[in-house]
């Protein structure tokens, strides 16, 4: 028997009620979702890829998945992810797509029979397919250190030999190294996140010469690396701009060492993983991994619905303040590494005074209402009024969508759907 989950509404209850409404009509706080960026996002993601000659795996923890490329490949964090998007992978496969599903981190032990009964579901030999994880040295969140005494790297505890005995005896089929480095996120340039991307190819490179021994020569393994900003970081690559950049050059060298060459002895394959980065927030924002994005409310899909319920422009406080109906439990309360708000007001929900150039944030949070500021501490007033319905765009995307069990979808592409629902999305919500 499966374990109990959180309810969801019927999909066709949710669009009865929330499809044609103004986003100002929104019961609030609510996620939106504007599809116009995110499938801009994922179409260069594509194109990037495409034009290196590498693979490419999504996150499935933020956004909804779709049917974006010939093979299947994703990664899930948790059994209810996996879960919510079978129907759509059995879908794929029956269709003669090839589909591979990555549980991104190490595996509690006792949800260990529960993910083989959905591996079983999408395939008999993705009940038997194991990965190696690994983390940066640098890093330490989780896995195994590339380069570390016997009792502590990959090799821990005998591991490799371990797996190469399940090989042969036809229990276990080792397909990869998986590396996920986070250090990009405190990034600020494009050319940090590229150095950061070949910095992590190079350590997964480094792990197999160091345990090149435990295998025979030859065998073809597939290195996965990423996170969104460095990852996203490659599409610099495919504009003029970057052509005889040295760090351009370097990360294109870095990946041919993996598609181009036997790295100790073995055949490899390079696949780059990523997931917000469709999305993306203000946190991904201020890494400038994509030295051409535009505005925020340009590139951002998601924002937070919320109503402005006090404004304090008359001496109330040292500086002009407005107080919002959101707080930590419908925006998260992730910190960024460019500032010290919780949020950034999109610009079009309101009038700033001419020359007054400084963002309107969210200064302070509390547990569900937030005190909006100038990000300069300015006198000027705070251009809202109450009733008024805003759009913050958060910082950590991935943390505020798991408030919500649905995103409410527009479409900026017509004036017409760019403030109106035209569709719902059911997101996964829970382990």
């Known amino acids: 028997m499966a374990a ?13 009620f929330y499809v ?3 986003i100002t009509e929104l019961p609030m706080p609510a996620a939106v979702l504007d599809v116009v960026p995110l499938k801009r996002h994922c179409k260069t993601m594509l194109d990037a890829v495409d034009s290196l000659g ?23 964090s948790t059994l209810l992810e996996f879960e919510h998007v079978l129907p759509l992978l059995e879908e794929c496969r029956d269709n003669g797509r090839n589909v591979n599903v990555l549980y991104g981190i190490p595996l509690p032990p006792s949800r260990a029979a529960a993910l083989a009964v959905l591996g079983q579901r999408i395939g008999p030999a993705l009940s038997r397919t194991r990965r190696v994880f690994r983390r940066h040295l640098r890093q330490g969140r989780y896995g195994l250190p590339p380069r570390r005494p016997p009792t502590s790297g990959l090799n821990k505890n005998s591991l490799l030999e371990k797996i190469a005995q399940l090989e042969a005896e036809g229990k276990a089929n080792l ?17 940090q996140a590229m150095d950061n991307l070949a910095d992590e190819i190079k350590g997964c490179v480094e792990a197999l010469q160091n345990n090149a021994t435990h295998f025979k020569p030859g065998k073809q393994l597939t290195i996965s690396v990423g996170a969104s900003p460095q990852v996203a970081s490659i599409e610099n690559l495919t504009r003029p701009a970057a052509a005889g950049s040295p760090h351009g050059d370097h990360l294109r060298q870095t990946i041919q060492q993996i598609t181009q060459n036997t790295p100790a002895g073995f055949r490899t394959k390079l696949e780059l993983h990523a997931g917000v980065y469709s999305l993306l927030d203000v946190q991904q924002m201020s890494t400038q991994a994509r030295g051409f994005l535009g505005a925020i409310d340009d590139e951002v899909a998601i ?3 919320a109503e402005v319920v006090s404004v304090y422009n008359n001496g109330e406080r040292e ?7 959101v707080g930590t439990l ?42 909006l500021a100038w990000e300069s501490n300015s006198q000027d007033p705070i251009p809202l009024e109450v009733g008024q319905s805003i759009r913050i765009y958060p910082n950590h995307a991935c943390v505020t ?31």
Not at 4 to 14: F, G, M, S
Not at 175 to 191: E, F
Not at 319 to 325: K, M, N, R, S, Y
Not at 401 to 429: F, N, P, Q
């Open 175 to 191: 397909i990869g190294l998986y590396s996920h480095s986070s250090l990009s996120y405190n990034d600020s340039t494009a050319k």
């Open 401 to 431: 969508s798991a408030m919500y069990g649905w995103y409410l979808v527009v479409d900026s592409s017509e004036k017409e759907t760019a403030e109106r629902i035209v569709d719902v999305w059911v997101r996964v919500s829970g382990w």
């Open 319 to 325: 500086t002009p303040e407005a107080l919002v109906a």
């Open 303 to 305: 924002s937070v619905v």
């Open 54 to 76: 590498v693979g490419f795996r999504a996150h499935v923890k933020t956004h909804k998945v779709g049917e974006t490329s010939k093979d299947v490949n994703i990664v899930v």
């Open 20 to 22: 044609g409404k103004l």
């Open 4 to 16: 109990p989950q959180r309810p969801t509404p019927d999909v066709e209850e949710l669009r009865r």
């Open 330 to 371: 419908g925006l998260g309360r992730e910190p960024c590494a460019a500032y010290s708000g919780w949020g950034v007001i999109g610009p079009k929900s309101f009038s700033a005074e001419p020359g007054n150039k400084t963002r309107l944030i969210v200064k302070r949070i509390s547990q569900e209402h937030s005190i």
